[in-house]
């Protein structure tokens, strides 16, 4: 198992920028990793995901570019630089852990889920 915890979530201006982290206990560089959002009245949906050492990314054609995954297993740490936010960006953000890397944009491929952070962008 792995415990996941969110952090870094806020209310920005349209334009700004963020970086949300997701801490893991022991066993964080077990799993491949997610960053989920969900808005207001909508289903879940995927942002972005990487492998295991970090070697590998997958991102939403909506957040390409704009954001950024990356990991750190000496820190048992996760990261999402999200840059040029923009109104349609703003969801409770959740990291996601998945012992395999297959199909990770889909919510059912992943095993443990963070409690999420909130965040806002203003127009």
């Known amino acids: 198992q792995v415990h996941l915890v969110e952090s870094g979530g806020g209310l920005v201006q349209a334009g700004g920028s963020l970086r949300l982290s997701c801490a893991g206990s022991e066993s964080f560089s077990n799993y491949a990793m997610g960053w989920f959002r969900q808005a207001p009245g909508k289903e879940r949906e995927f942002v972005a995901a990487i492998t295991w050492s970090g070697g590998s990314t997958y991102y939403a054609d909506s957040v390409k570019v704009r954001f950024t995954i990356s990991r750190d297993n000496a820190k048992n740490t996760m990261y999402l630089q999200m840059n040029n936010l923009k109104p349609e960006d703003t969801a409770v953000y959740y990291c996601?852990?998945?012992?395999?890397?297959?199909?990770?944009?889909?919510?059912?491929?992943?095993?443990?889920w963070g409690q999420g952070t909130l965040v806002t962008v203003s127009s």
């Open positions: 996601a852990a998945s012992s395999r890397w297959y199909d990770p944009a889909a919510t059912s491929r992943y095993d443990f």
